[in-house]
């Protein structure tokens, strides 16, 4: 078995940047999780309604309204409380630079890079959704997602300029409205009109989801196991652009590393870190979709392979790759869109 799991009593410091020698970072909880009772996924109730994420950028007030007081309550619980903001944060900064080692290993486990880029976030994003709605009791509530990759939503949409959304820690260059963004970013400025850039990004999206994925790796990330040889380090093809860019994008450039959004011990304590992965998350979806939902990976290795996050009710759950592979199994979808950039061949 080369699948890839933690070891939950290693937690230890890492560097803010795992590819550079950087700035050491400590982001473990304050227990010993091995500590804690774990307990194995279990599926939703088939019979909850489906949670709708929807385009950050169309939500009415109500609904902004609902997701201000989820989000200020978790932001207000105290760092022990492993549903805090805070914590939630630091569990991205834990699997995302390395500070845990691999079970019966001593190499450093790292989600970002591989395979495991798309379900990992998918687990960690379907958890924090449940603790908000939990937190405001409302079985309803969903994640939105910012939809940068159709012409509306191609700036950060209104919600983020207003607390409890804002994060001081943003581009002093780029989030001001209406800068469209730059989905193949790469710290350089570039110089184009709106219309160029709208059409450039679509294109973008079409070569990186459709013409350049065209097999699992390119745009699932390479192989990554545990054992011999197992560390691969290559990302797919979105998880290179657009995440890594807008990463890069949304980040202060004053901060030595980006933070919050351009460095990952730091990136999701900026509430758009989740609309961004809300959206990553539904292209993952559109891609299957093209490739007609065959699974697209069969390997034992990758569907067993399994991570710990809490839920809503602070327990420590084990949660398998083979977990996350339906959304609807998981009782959440996303709003049909038109996905323009489907016929943006060049
Ligand atoms: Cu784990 Cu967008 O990063």
């Not at 290693?10 to 473990?28: D, E, G, I, Q, W």
């Not at 351009?262 to 900026?270: L, M, N, P």
């Not at 979808?333 to 038109?338: I, L, R, S």
Request: aromatic share 14%; with cysteine.
């Amino acid at each position: 078995k080369f699948g890839i799991s933690p070891n939950l009593s290693s937690c230890h410091s890492s560097f803010a940047n795992p590819v550079l020698v950087s700035m050491p970072v400590y982001c473990c909880p304050p227990n010993i999780e091995s500590d804690e009772q774990i307990i194995d996924f279990e599926f939703p109730d088939p019979s909850e309604q489906l949670r709708i994420r929807k385009r950050a950028h169309m939500r009415d007030s109500d609904y902004i309204a609902k997701y201000a007081s989820a989000l200020s309550i978790m932001k207000s619980l105290p760092y022990d409380d492993p549903r805090s903001f805070a914590r939630q944060a630091d569990v991205h900064c834990i699997y995302c630079t390395g500070s845990y080692n691999k079970k019966h290993s001593n190499e450093f486990l790292n989600v970002h890079r591989s395979w495991f880029f798309f379900p990992w976030h998918r687990m960690y994003i379907y958890f924090h959704e449940r603790i908000l709605a939990s937190l405001i009791d409302d079985d309803t509530f969903s994640l939105s997602f910012w939809n940068w990759d159709t012409p509306a939503g191609m700036v950060m949409p209104d919600m983020y300029f207003q607390e409890p959304f804002l994060d001081t820690e943003r581009s002093d260059k780029h989030i001001h409205r209406p800068r469209v963004v730059n989905l193949d970013y790469n710290l350089v400025e570039i110089n184009r009109t709106s219309e160029e850039q709208i059409s450039h990004n679509l294109a973008v999206m079409y070569h990186q989801v459709v013409s350049g994925a065209k097999k699992m790796e390119l745009f699932m990330g390479c192989i990554y196991k545990s054992g011999i040889n197992g560390s691969c380090d290559g990302a797919g093809t979105v998880e290179q652009a657009p995440h890594d860019s807008l990463h890069g994008w949304v980040g202060k450039e004053s901060n030595r590393y980006l933070e919050h959004m351009g460095v990952f011990y730091a990136a999701a304590r900026d509430p758009i870190f989740f609309a961004h992965h809300a959206n990553l998350d539904r292209i993952w979806n559109v891609w299957e979709e093209l490739r007609n939902n065959e699974p697209e990976i069969v390997d034992p290795d990758w569907l067993d392979s399994y991570f710990f996050f809490h839920n809503e009710k602070s327990q420590l759950v084990r949660i398998k790759v083979r977990d996350v592979l339906n959304m609807t199994k998981l009782r959440y979808g996303y709003e049909k869109v038109d996905n323009l950039w489907l016929n943006a061949r060049p």
